[in-house]
């Protein structure tokens, strides 16, 4: 039963739309790290994936460091 509460709570996150979000706003990923409080390792091990999958709450913190929906950064599957 946890495997499938994961499998729930992951999602693939969008990198693409995350760059680009990040140069429209002028941030760095230490910048967004600091803003959505998650360590730049975390940042770094998201970014450095092909297909990353995520946690819901990680993705939510990162779309309120980037004042967006959620539901821009991550891909539907």
Known sequence: M???TREVNNM???IDKLNELLVEKE???SDLAE???ISKTQIS????????EVRL???SALS????VSYKELYISK
């Open 2 to 4: 946890i495997l499938q």
């Open 12 to 14: 693939p996150l969008n």
């Open 27 to 29: 941030l760095n990923y």
């Open 35 to 37: 803003k959505a409080n």
């Open 45 to 52: 091990r998201i970014v450095n994936k092909n297909n990353p």
């Open 57 to 59: 709450k990680t993705i």
């Open 64 to 67: 309120k460091a980037l004042g």
